[in-house]
């Protein structure tokens, strides 16, 4: 990913107050053991992106001793330079609509959890239909069946918050309870979260090996050569860490795994200054959505690549295709002084075989080693399946790791961001 998305977060429009963090920084922790102490007592987390941050706080708050190394700083991936859609559900409810639901309840717990993260002054999202043949009933059907609370918009006023949209290429519109987020301040609460938990966080720290003898891993060997003991290591480094997971997860000859990786990628535009501060999606345009992030709009679709390995760099072919897309609904962008600039980035998942077609749903994957081949007991990966669904994955993760490890269990209290139960 390019450092465009990076500027739009920081620019002084969206300065951010919110907690800052005190990480130990590259220096070695207290927990240094030889990599044959196998009675440590804590968990090792590798990467600092959502997931590793959202898994680490809420196995901190059931109680558990964790250490996360992250190898740059935290969220410097994918989990700062994506769109920041927090996604309501609403786009996969025809064709998954147990995705959907799930989706609705992580943009649910996001907003309790950190309602500071919603880019300030843009509103909902309206989902725009462009074909006169789309049934949208079945839309707002599947919707009502998600559970996803929508309302019909009068066109004329959407078309207005979007000047220079071709008002006769939209049909219907209607409002999504999607947001537009600020990622890097989610992360930076999620990490806060975190800390107060107990969670060692130690940046610019590269994990570099992960000692394993008769199937267990004894801990993590850092870049420098300092060896962490762990009873349960959980790798969360998303693209940036894809021979490592690899190892654990390509196919053998004569085993059946469970998953397979894919790396995944998009491309996304952003115009400057933006077109508006409405973010939407167009279902039946190719999915072509917008995300506003003053003084951007940041456009993409539903189109993510299959690739080989993760890779950022974009294709002339897709980039065509996003262009297009944003040149039909608003015909103005290119005559107009705005700039535009395109990039692409890659996320890496784990598809389950049965999920492997259900295009954009992709759920989160907690994936307990021991049931693969290589074995390995006290190893597990951890893949988001979006960002949006970092709460989900850190409870499916803390479930995992409490079965793993039940003799060991201290105590448990509540996710920071479920409301009070
Ligand atoms: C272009 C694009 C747009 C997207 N848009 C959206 C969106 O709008 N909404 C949404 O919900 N999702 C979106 N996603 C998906 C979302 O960004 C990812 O699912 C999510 O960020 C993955 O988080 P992660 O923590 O697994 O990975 P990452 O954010 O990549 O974090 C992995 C971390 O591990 C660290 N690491 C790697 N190797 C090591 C090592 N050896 N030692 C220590 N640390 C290491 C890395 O430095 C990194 O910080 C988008 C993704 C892309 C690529």
Known sequence: MLDQTTAIFNSPASTYDGPKLQHTNGNPGTHAMSAGAATARRIVIVGGGIAGLATAARLAQAGFAVTLFESSELGSAASTRNQGWLHSGALFALDAPAYARVCHESLESTLRFCPECVEPQ?????Y???RPETLVKSWTDAWTAAGIPWK???IDPVCAALPGID???IQHAYQLPDRAIRQDILLTHLAAAAQNAGVEIRTATPAKCLPIENERVAGVVTSSGEEVAAQLVILASGSSGFSMCREFLEQRPGSQQEFELAPLKAHLAAVEPHIGLLPFCIPDADGLNHIPHPPASVFGTAHWERVSTPDDRPDAKQVERLRSRIHEIFPDVAASS????????TMIQALRFDQIETGGAIWPAVIDHARHVPRVQNLVSVFSGRATLWSKLAEDARRLVRAKLDDTVPKTARPPWTGSE
């Open 167 to 169: 008002r006769a290429r």
């Open 128 to 130: 725009l239909f462009s």
């Open 152 to 154: 019909e918009l009068p």
């Open 338 to 345: 705005r700039s535009l600039q395109t990039w692409s980035g």
């Open 122 to 126: 843009v509103a909902a999202m309206a």
